[in-house]
């Protein structure tokens, strides 16, 4: 006769569960408790925060913007936008024309600012068009908008007018276009191309998102008018970003505009993208280029840190090795310039590899 029993050492069947369900309410007690937690830290840090954080979108950068003397071999465009009439100034080349590049101005610059950035790209054979968004230089006013440095919804449609002007000229290349823009002009143009393959490449230098500047500004803003340092330094960036994103709601309501996410236009790329960066840029952190970068989708990118470099000076850092990174790049994706340019060498500055 067999005689069942306990086996020693194993617990029961019902022990076990019973083991199981306690576990289980523990780590569910422990979760419910990390959340309400959290949630305490993001409404105290909203409350306490929020005003500080909206004016970050609500308040003009003190950096002076250079601006530049007019060409007077430049064709004078006018083209309509959903708020009026914008000015431009079309380039051409200055050698057989090679392809055409859409020149995105920075923020309160003019549209004669492309011609001290392009002048090596119109003797390599590329015309360039420039042109001024609404409320900028002598573009219509839009008096229900007060452009800032962050790109809005007014600013791509602005963008993509340029673009349907030049795909509706006379001479427009049936292959598609290059971009290069300065600090917000590169922003926007991102955004552009992450929805019109008809841009072939994007190049840009010192362009920015929303998120990946605003999160790293949180946290030393914080700083300043909390003493909780433990508590700062442990809050995830998600949670910064939840308070971020709050304010970036109530600014736009204020402003009647949207705020776009660059860092969900350059997942959405494909096209090769050239991003250049101050390596001193103390208002866009090389920190924060690398994360923006990080993020493109494209498989053919390269990031270039100007050493010494602050915001929008690597022209001047760089002197003609920008000039030639920049034809270079553009005689790889837009004209037939590969076979005539030596390869692109890789120990000037920090240059990412191409991914």
Not at 125 to 144: C, H, I, L, M, T
Request: net charge positive; aromatic share 10%; charged share 25%.
């Amino acid at each position: 006769m067999v005689v069942c029993g306990p086996v020693p050492g194993v617990l029961p069947v019902g022990d076990v569960v019973w083991w199981g369900v306690e576990v289980l309410q523990v780590l569910a007690l422990l979760t419910l408790v990390v959340a309400l937690f959290l949630f305490a830290v993001h409404l105290y840090y909203r409350v306490k925060f929020l005003d500080h954080v909206i004016r970050i979108f609500e308040e003009k950068p003190l950096f002076i913007v250079p601006k530049g003397a007019p060409d007077p071999g430049a064709e004078d465009v006018r083209f309509p936008t959903e708020a009026g009439m914008l000015r431009g100034c079309y380039l051409a080349a200055r050698a057989a024309r090679r392809g055409v590049i859409l020149f995105g101005l920075e923020f309160g610059s003019n549209r004669w600012a492309a011609v001290q950035y392009c002048a090596k790209l119109r003797d390599a054979g590329y015309d360039v068009f420039a042109f001024e968004p609404r409320n900028q230089g002598e573009s219509d006013r839009d008096d229900s908008y007060k452009p800032l440095q962050w790109v809005t919804d007014k600013d791509l449609a602005d963008m993509t007018a340029a673009v349907a002007y030049l795909k509706d000229r006379p001479d427009a290349p049936a292959d598609g276009i290059g971009v290069l823009g300065v600090s917000k002009g590169g922003s926007v143009g991102l955004l552009v191309a992450a929805d019109d393959p008809w841009v072939k490449c994007v190049a840009t230098d010192g362009a920015y998102a929303t998120y990946t500047t605003m999160v790293p500004y949180m946290r030393r803003w914080v700083s300043i008018y909390s003493s909780r340092k433990w508590l700062q330094a442990n809050m995830p960036d998600w949670l910064y970003g939840t308070i971020g994103s709050a304010a970036i709601r109530e600014a736009a309501d204020r402003r009647a505009v949207r705020f776009l996410s660059v860092e969900r236009a350059v997942k959405r790329m494909r096209q090769p993208l050239l991003m250049i960066h101050g390596g001193a840029d103390t208002y866009i952190k090389p920190a924060m280029a690398e994360a923006l970068f990080a993020r493109a989708g494209s498989r053919d990118k390269a990031l270039w840190l100007v050493p010494q470099a602050k915001h929008n000076q690597a022209l001047h850092a760089a002197g003609d090795e920008y000039h030639r990174r920049l034809t270079a790049f553009f005689g790889r994706h837009l004209g037939p310039l590969a076979e005539t340019l030596p390869p692109e060498p890789q120990d000037s500055g920090r240059l990412a590899p191409v991914m």
